[in-house]
């Protein structure tokens, strides 16, 4: 189920970066667990980076350091700050949540733990 519209990709100088944005579109991210997700051409869908419910944090090794994920409660929106952007990150970014339950406790970057997604927007890292 596409739920999300997310925004913000581009094309970014290596080095460079790039935030994207996802707004719930009636869907409060309050408590939920939600996770920026990637696939690049030719490979899987793999977790980059989620934040749960009670606010915690988990990043995929490749971007500790220079992603960090957030969420501002009042635009009911979530932001993946991306930095230091390399070739490698080149991908189709997903945001994805966690609609039908509620955990406390930390988040995972497997996408069987969430069930709404949006469409995607695609960044691309090149000189």
């Known amino acids: 189920q596409v739920q999300f519209v997310e925004s913000g990709g581009g094309l970014a100088q290596p080095g460079g970066s790039l935030r994207l944005s996802c707004p719930g579109s009636g869907f409060t991210f309050e408590n939920r667990n939600i996770g920026w997700f990637r696939q690049a051409p030719g490979k899987e869908r793999e977790g980059v980076s989620c934040l749960s419910g009670a606010r915690l944090t988990n990043y995929a090794d490749s971007v500790k350091g220079r992603f960090a994920i957030s969420r501002d409660a009042a635009k009911n929106t979530v932001f993946l700050q991306m930095n230091s952007l390399r070739p490698e990150d080149t991908g189709i970014y997903y945001c994805?949540?966690?609609?039908?339950?509620?955990?406390?406790?930390?988040?995972?970057?497997?996408?069987?733990?969430?069930?709404?997604w949006g469409q995607g927007t695609q960044v691309t890292v090149s000189s």
């Open positions: 994805a949540a966690l609609k039908s339950h509620i955990f406390s406790g930390g988040c995972v970057l497997g996408a069987y733990a969430y069930d709404t």
